[in-house]
């Protein structure tokens, strides 16, 4: 039962963000009635509203009734503020604006293969759609950094770097990975490689985190053309975005532009291989279909499969934070 009426608590999250509910009490907590003229709630809807998130451990209440004073739980407080800079509430607007009607689709996508988001409906591809419009691609990457943030911390601090001096990390959005990685490991000279759309954005994230004489950018096509050479090259969520064919030549590419030596990462929500444990990763896989048709998650055995076969020496997985790992190739 909890799971199949899951959808009541997430819409009930998902109508808290984005009505900036969480925001609205990160300066201070308030009765129902100031919240309720705030976010213009009805008032038959604003106590079951904001007791729902208490029950659900998203708000905290003092007092009851009338009475009662709201605030925001510490975690809540933490990445659920738009202006914390901890923020992964930008992943739950696009669940909201986009992701939670397309999920009413998995049925005909787990019979047909096909996507059901705005493709199905005569709309652009979801990626061709935000590439077109320049202040939702950053609205875009940005909700996607918030989501990244603790798993690039966590592999800046668990890989072992000391073995290189160069980082290429494509499909580097705003060059988030390339900052945390500059920050930690001052060795290191990294480059940011995207779609030109992209490339400003990047820039002007790393030049007002003081790091452009260490994080430069670059721009292309990495289906159409060779990546720039690096040590080391990594790759953010994007492995996952392609069927095997495309998977497989993003992985010659990678091959391509590394040394004897170098090592490739791909930070994903990487699956376990008995398909038993990690949910968020195999939910993923089935937003991909959602999303894409064709493309999907994948397990360690997986990745290790298809790096061998192009040539890689051996494979390693590092878990990183929650359901995400690193899982990285070595060149000989």
Known sequence: MQVGMGFWASKTLLSAVELGLFSLLARQPAPARAIEDKLRLHPRATTDFLDALVALRFLV??????????????????????????????????????????????????????????????????????YAEPAKLEGFLNAMSGISMGNFHAFAQKFDFRRYKTMLDVGGATGQLSRVVAKQHAHLTITSFDLPAVEAIAKKQIAEAGLADRVTTASGDFFKQPLPKADLITMGNVLHDWNLEKKMSLLRSVYEALPSGGAFVAIENVIDDARRTNVFGLLMSLNMLIEFGDAFDYTGADFDRWCREIGFARTEVIHLAGPASAAIAYKA
């Open 61 to 130: 209440r003092e007092g009851d009734g009338a009475d009662a004073v709201y605030g925001n739980a510490p975690d809540t407080q933490m990445f659920l503020d738009r202006a914390s800079p901890h923020y992964i509430g930008g992943i739950l607007e696009m669940a909201n604006a986009r992701l939670y009607q397309f999920w009413n689709g998995l049925t005909p996508a787990l019979q047909t293969g096909q996507p059901q988001n705005e493709v199905k409906h005569g709309g652009a591809n979801v990626f061709d759609a935000l």
